[in-house]
Structure formats: structure tokens, C-alpha cells
Antibody, heavy 121, light 110 residues
Framework: EVQVLESGGGLVQPGGSLRLSCAASGFTFSNYAMAWVRQAPGKGLEWVTG????????YYADSVKGRFTASRDNSKSTLYLQMNSLRAEDTAVYYC??????????????WGQGTLVTVSS | QSVLTQPPSVSAASGQKVTISCSGS????????VSWYQQLPGTAPKLLIYDNNNRPSGIPDRFSGSKSGTSATLGITGLQTGDEAVYYC???????????FGGGTKLTVL
């Protein structure tokens, strides 16, 4: 059974940093692109970043470019999101999602339950 | 405002059919596959349709997808109260090198 499980969310002050992790199981992690998608309270889905199966050249939404860094460790079947210079508008549930192919152009077939990040003083 | 445009809400009676539209451009829907997601209240999104018109295993054939030019449509027949959810379309944008979601459509089953 495919599972993706996020961790690392919490309360952080504006300007602070947080690192999210996503542990995957039930599929060959190194064969698939992965992504982070967030959802602010009461709002729609917003793609944050996607990273190919090999881990090179992640893509980022303009809203997080230069502040967030996606990476993956295929030996540990784990996806990461390093979030720096956090702002109030980054407050959201962050979902980890498996993509259907090894690059980021195909849809998301499995989603985690999400981890809440709250940026507030 | 989302690059992919969806109606904010749709409604129909139980047992009836509804369609949800998703409008984009040549850099996204026009040249890439569209997928649709269902988000029930308080839960994570779930893949309903991939590659424009394909259903993952376990998704009933009451759900269908189509694409024409720069627009896509999700159809749901035999509406049930359990279908009440927010539905999102999504696709890759080749110009932006970014994945896009529509703003979401809230379905109400009367």
C-alpha cells in the first residue's frame, strides 16, 4: 500500500525556519517525482515545489522561490522541504504528494494527510 | 486569481448530473494533461481523473473527464450526498515551469 507521511510542522515566528519531511513507502521512491502542495486556511490548493525522481532541478512557485528548498534522499525514501524566511502568508497545511511519472508534469496520485505550519509571533 | 478558471460553486439534485469546467490557455491545458481532484471536508485531496479522461482504480465510472483545446470538464452522474466536496483541476504550465491548480469548485447536492 502506498503511503506518504509528512512531519515537521508547527508554530514558528516570522523570519524563522522549519524543515518538513515526507516518508514514503509502498512504491519505488526513486522512480517518481514528488511535490509539496499547500493549502492556507479556507483557501484552495497551491503547488509549492516539485522535484524529479533523480532529485535534480526542483521547480518552485514564485511565492517561495529563494526561500524554500526541496530535496530528497532516495536511499531513505524521504522528501524534504527546507523553509526559510517564513512569512505569515506561508501559514498552511503542507501536503506531500507522489506524482505519476518521474518528472513533474503529471498529476498527483497519492497524498499525505498534511502537516500544519503556522507562522505567527 | 488562479490561471486556471473554475466556477466557485455548482449544485444539482441527488441522482442528477453536473459538470465542472476548467479554463486555461495553450501553455497549460492546451498542451498538457489535466487531472481532477476531490477534497472532502477535512481531508486530503484525492485523485479522481488523470491524463484528461482516465480514472484510477476504485473511482466509479460516475466520474468522467474530457478536454477540448484549452478547456477541460469534469462530469459527475448519479449525484450522491457523499459527492459534496470541493473539486480542483490541475495541470502543468510549460511557460511558467510550474504546476497549476484551479481555484476549486464547491459541489452542493440538493
Amino acid at each position: 500500500e502506498v503511503q506518504v507521511l509528512e512531519s515537521g510542522g508547527g508554530l514558528v515566528q516570522p523570519g524563522g525556519s522549519l524543515r518538513l519531511s515526507c516518508a514514503a513507502s509502498g512504491f519505488t521512491f526513486s522512480n517518481y517525482a514528488m511535490a509539496w502542495v499547500r493549502q492556507a486556511p479556507g483557501k484552495g490548493l497551491e503547488w509549492v515545489t516539485g522535484i524529479s525522481a533523480s532529485g535534480n532541478k526542483p521547480y518552485y512557485a514564485d511565492s517561495v522561490k529563494g526561500r524554500f528548498t526541496a530535496s530528497r534522499d532516495n536511499s531513505k525514501s524521504t522528501l524534504y522541504l527546507q523553509m526559510n524566511s517564513l512569512r505569515a502568508e506561508d501559514t498552511a497545511v503542507y501536503y506531500c504528494a507522489k506524482q505519476r511519472g518521474n518528472y513533474g508534469v503529471l498529476g498527483f496520485d497519492y497524498w499525505g494527510q498534511g502537516t500544519l505550519v503556522t507562522v505567527s509571533s | 486569481q488562479s490561471v486556471l478558471t473554475q466556477p466557485p460553486s455548482v449544485s444539482a439534485a441527488s441522482g442528477q448530473k453536473v459538470t465542472i469546467s476548467c479554463s486555461g490557455s495553450s501553455s497549460n491545458i492546451g498542451n498538457n494533461h489535466v487531472s481532477w481532484y476531490q477534497q472532502l471536508p477535512g481531508t486530503a485531496p484525492k485523485l479522481l481523473i488523470y491524463d484528461n479522461n482516465n480514472r484510477p482504480s476504485g473511482i466509479p465510472d460516475r466520474f468522467s473527464g474530457s478536454k477540448s483545446g484549452t478547456s477541460a470538464t469534469l462530469g459527475i452522474t448519479g449525484l450522491q450526498t457523499g459527492d459534496e466536496a470541493v473539486y480542483y483541476c490541475g495541470t502543468w504550465d510549460s511557460s511558467l515551469s510550474a504546476w497549476l491548480f484551479g481555484g476549486g469548485t464547491k459541489l452542493t447536492v440538493l
